[in-house]
């Protein structure tokens, strides 16, 4: 492979089509042949139409790149990918299927007929500034005849903002994306379908069942509101034994082959709850849509290359050791929200390391592992923090508090299955805190709750 000498940012767009599809296509065409390697992507953010404004809203996004080809050639490549990705431009900022345009450069000014750099219009366009400064809010923009020297945040911050842009976040094909910000989002329940003998509230409720009695149940929680559906064949409750990954299978895919064989299952998406990498790979391939993994990648160390071969959407859980240690490992001396916040920082910049887009990405703060009573209520009452935490910004939240210990010490309440009253309060505050996601059991119940709760909290 050719040395990746020269550092540049590119701007990515759409708003025709698939707008992510169309994205993540691009990028995927970028780094074939080995000239061009994506370093670090932003998160996605949909945008009203700037210049032509009768046309649909765009999904932008930047991307920060390691080439060995030369400006010029840089140039060619991007509008090579672009014509074999369909686009024909009709009118000049008009709509487009896919955009790609180079930012930056090194450090590198060009003027010729074909290409601008620094590109002469970013520092008025919010939907350029933003995800670059997801990527690198410090560095000092060049000086322009028109500009003064400034750091990109600099320049974003003195911009004139109406409607505050929201970064996406794709669930499945069939559903809208996650918008993390914007007051009258909904959120999202996922309804957790345990198909394991031994999970601490609902073990065996699922397990070796006909396919008529799951097909059942899977249709009641779609039916009660749940759009995501989170299967589970390795139970982490506190002291749980690992089984192997080919049980696993056995347990799942099944199961996956029932949802998408039900015409409700394909308004779904279906999340994966596994810390095995070839479990995810094969329940993907099977039709699920998202990782969920309680360990964020740390207990099988394919598991984040897999992901990032697979482009799906991945869930990563703060958790400390496994789930047989984990109960043990409750010592945060610099303070819950801040270490939880560290840790999981590091997981993202791992999980983009290994080639996972930042748009695919959702944080659970890990309710209940490797956490105490005082320590889960401290993460919820001060969820916005982890959700406003530098490097952790934009990305959407995903809350279990479903039946949960913490729940029943606190209320008193031994019975897991008849916690369902606490419940309903950890939810709510859960997304007073700004959650996107609940995972719960009792799917009609909680649903109303997180009705309400939105209604409230999200005016």
Not at 22 to 41: F, N, P
Not at 105 to 116: A, C, G, V, W
Not at 124 to 143: A, D, G, K, N, S
Request: charged residues 20%.
């Amino acid at each position: 492979m050719a040395a990746m000498e020269h550092r540049a940012f590119i701007a990515l767009g759409s708003n025709l089509g698939d707008k992510v599809a169309m994205i993540e296509h691009a990028c995927t065409e970028m780094e074939a042949g080995g000239t061009i390697s994506i370093v670090k992507t932003s998160s996605l953010w949909e945008t009203k139409a700037m210049y032509v404004l009768d046309q649909d809203k765009f999904v932008n996004g930047v991307c920060e790149i390691r080439t060995s080809l030369s400006a010029m050639e840089l140039l060619n490549k991007l509008q090579l990918i672009e014509n074999e990705l369909g686009r024909v431009k009709m009118i000049d900022k008009g709509p487009r299927n896919i955009d790609l345009d180079i930012l930056l450069y090194d450090e590198d000014t060009i003027q010729n007929e074909r290409l601008q750099v620094p590109h002469p219009l970013m520092l008025e366009r919010e939907f350029v500034l933003r995800p670059l400064c997801e990527l690198i809010p410090t560095e000092i923009q060049l000086t322009t005849p028109s500009r003064s020297n400034g750091t990109f945040q600099d320049h974003l911050s003195k911009l004139p903002i109406e409607d505050p842009m929201s970064p996406l976040t794709p669930l499945a094909p069939s559903l809208p994306p996650i918008q993390a910000f914007g007051k009258s989002r909904s959120t999202r329940i996922m309804s957790i379908v345990n198909l394991t003998p031994d999970s601490f509230s609902d073990g065996g409720q699922h397990f070796n069942v006909s396919p008529s009695t799951l097909q059942d149940t899977i249709k009641s929680h779609i039916a009660a509101g749940a759009t995501i559906l989170d299967l589970g064949g390795q139970s982490t409750r506190p002291g749980a034994t690992i089984i192997s990954a080919d049980e696993e299978f056995q347990r799942v895919l099944p199961a996956i082959a029932l949802i998408r064989s039900l015409p409700e299952g394909n308004t779904v998406a279906i999340s994966i709850d596994t810390y095995h990498a070839s479990v995810a790979k094969a329940a993907v391939e099977a039709g699920a849509d998202i990782v969920n993994d309680v360990s964020a990648g740390v207990m099988d160390p394919d598991m984040l290359s897999t992901v990032a071969k697979l482009g799906c959407t991945i869930c990563l859980m703060h958790m400390r050791g496994t789930p047989e240690t984990m109960n043990k490992l409750t010592s945060y001396p610099d303070g819950v929200v801040e270490t939880v916040a560290r840790e999981l920082l590091a997981r993202v910049q791992a999980a983009e390391q290994a080639g996972i887009r930042r748009w695919r990405i959702i944080l659970d703060p890990g309710i209940g592992f490797a956490k105490n009573k005082d320590q889960n209520l401290e993460l919820l009452r001060r969820l916005g923090e982890l959700r406003a935490w530098p490097g952790l910004q934009g990305l959407p939240w995903l809350v279990g508090t479903s039946r949960k210990a913490f729940v029943g010490r606190v209320t008193g309440v031994k019975e897991a299955r008849e916690r369902t009253w606490g419940t309903a309060a950890a939810v709510t505050a859960a997304i007073q805190g700004g959650a996107d996601v609940v995972r719960v059991h009792d799917v009609g119940e909680m649903g109303q709750v997180a009705r309400m709760a939105d209604a409230v909290w999200r005016v």
